[in-house]
């Protein structure tokens, strides 16, 4: 018995459920599989950063692969259509006769694995699936009638417990059998994406570095929930392009929280905090999977379609490139644009200032973060914009618009992060950048390179008070 491991989003030989099985299954070795489908990647609007991460991070499995004698084989095709095709006769031709592969919850994503699937009963070769990319899986959790759980609160008392009394990981499989199958170097390059801008010094790649950096979390874990907000300290983990590639499992960042929450009888906010952190991952998977229809850019609230969003193309270039007038929204843009990587309290406020002072459409900014993100991720980037936007499932109140300036005031008192991010503004005393007034003050008695807002805050919050209000 041979079988095939197919990796996906899942790059790491550390509590990888498929992996262990198909070691489990195997008395004649086991082959691994990644594909490359750039011409898919793209339709996803995947970021050059965040097809960088994962093809070094494909190399760094590979290696630890070697190790354990499973040979890691790369297979392009552009997209998914060629792929159940192309992974049955793999299976055949390696000799493998089962293929073992971790879920992934996504519409076109699953339907492609559901044709893997018939494909290769046809082959005669069996498929097994398994739940690994959430702590809780989708499904798991309904409400008393059966239904799903639209609201998080309810949705994570009842996670919390089925979390802790289902929670299972698996070891890292022992070496296996040599065979004769030789591993296939891992690119440099892939079709459509250009890697030559991206920065590799903010994410190493690998399982080693997604455990240092858990490590290194969890020791300022405790201060986690007064410093998660502060864009200008190192206050949450940094963890999301590794939970995101695979490259560790939720489960074990779930469980070094639950070490730390046991060994102080459950006092630390830091921890519980970050657990209901890493539940709004599960939850947002849990409402993909519930209603495909978000993924598929539509609304979770289908009245918000009535909406009368903007379709202002200056407005949304002056927000993607960072020059909307608003110190701290273009601080978080410039963060992405440079980083590929934003802070969660920025991305609500950019998010929220598009969606509401701008009144652009929720589904421009989805598609730009995504094209951006080294973490970028369908249900957590659909779930947080919906949010923003007032158009999802438990979001946020469409009267409660946040004031960029209360925001600043609030989570970038000294304006650090604004000055590291807009450095023209580095003159510009602290106060004048909470402050409208002060600030336009400040800009033209030093003739500061910094553009004038591109919408009164005020008036554009009461144009998306009045579009909410019109849909009643
Ligand atoms: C508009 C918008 C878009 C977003 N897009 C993405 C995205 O594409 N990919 C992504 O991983 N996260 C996304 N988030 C959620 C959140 O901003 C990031 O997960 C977080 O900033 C990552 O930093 P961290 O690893 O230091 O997080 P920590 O604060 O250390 O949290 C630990 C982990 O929990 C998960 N998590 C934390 N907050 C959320 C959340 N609100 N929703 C879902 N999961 C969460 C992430 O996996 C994160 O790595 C988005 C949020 C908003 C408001």
């Known amino acids: 018995m041979r079988s095939l491991v197919w990796f996906r989003r899942d ?17 004649d070795g086991v082959v691994g599989v990644f594909l490359i489908t750039p011409k898919q990647w793209q339709e996803h609007k995947d970021a050059d950063c965040k097809v960088k991460f994962l093809i070094e991070n494909v190399r760094d499995l590979s290696d630890k692969l070697a190790s354990l004698n499973i040979p890691l084989l790369i297979k392009t095709c552009d997209v998914f259509q060629e792929v159940p095709d192309l992974i049955s006769k793999l299976a055949c031709e390696t000799d493998c006769d089962t293929v073992f592969l971790n879920r992934e919850y996504e519409v076109n994503e699953s339907r492609r694995d559901d044709r893997v699937a018939l494909a290769c009963e046809q082959s005669g070769v069996a498929l097994r699936r398994f739940h690994d990319r959430v702590i809780v899986p989708p499904k798991a959790i309904a409400t008393k009638e059966g ?22 990981t698996s070891p890292i499989p022992s070496s296996q059998p040599e065979i004769p199958i030789n591993r296939d170097p891992v690119p440099e390059m892939v079709a459509g994406f250009d890697f030559s801008n991206v920065r590799s010094d903010l994410w190493p790649p690998g ?11 969890s020791k300022r874990i405790l201060s986690y929930n007064t410093q998660r907000d502060i864009p200008s300290v190192r206050g949450t983990s940094l963890l ?18 639950e070490k730390i929450l046991n060994s102080s009888d459950g006092e630390n906010e830091g921890a519980k905090t970050w657990v209901s952190e890493l539940t709004w991952r599960d939850f947002y998977n849990h409402v993909m999977v519930a209603c495909p229809r978000v993924s598929m850019n539509q609304p979770f609230k289908p009245k918000t379609n009535g909406i ?24 978080g843009m410039r963060q992405l644009n440079q980083t590929g990587w934003m802070h969660n309290r920025l991305r609500m406020v950019t998010a929220m200032f598009l969606t509401k002072h701008l009144l652009i459409d929720w589904r421009w900014g989805e598609n730009y973060f995504m094209s951006q993100l080294i973490d970028g991720d369908l249900s957590a980037n659909n779930g947080g914009w919906q949010w ?8 946020v109140p469409y009267f409660r618009i946040f004031n960029p300036f209360s925001q600043s005031k609030r989570f970038d008192p000294d304006g650090l992060f604004i000055k590291k991010m807009c450095p023209e503004l580095t003159t510009v005393p602290a106060r004048a950048l909470h402050d ?7 800009i033209s008695s030093s003739n500061l390179d910094y553009p004038d807002y591109v919408v009164d805050y005020k008036a ?10 019109s849909l009643k």
């Not at 409208?436 to 400040?442: H, M």
């Open 207 to 217: 399982e080693d570095e997604a455990d240092r950096r858990l490590k290194g979390f």
């Open 308 to 331: 009368p969003w903007r379709t202002d193309e200056g407005d949304f270039i002056a927000w993607k490139s960072g020059m909307t007038g608003y110190p701290i929204v273009d601080a």
């Open 436 to 442: 409208p007034g002060k600030l336009k003050a400040a």
């Open 460 to 469: 554009g919050r009461e144009r998306a008070l009045q579009a909410f209000k």
């Open 240 to 257: 999301s392009p590794y939970l995101n590639a695979g490259v560790i499992s939720a489960r074990k960042c779930f469980l070094e929280a």
């Open 11 to 27: 790059l790491r030989i550390s509590d990888n459920t498929a992996l262990f099985e198909a070691t489990q299954a195997a008395d």
């Open 388 to 395: 923003s936007a007032s158009t999802g499932t438990d979001s």
């Open 147 to 168: 239904k799903f759980y639209s609201v998080f609160t309810p949705y994570r008392r009842v996670w919390d417990s089925t979390a802790r009394e289902t929670i299972e």
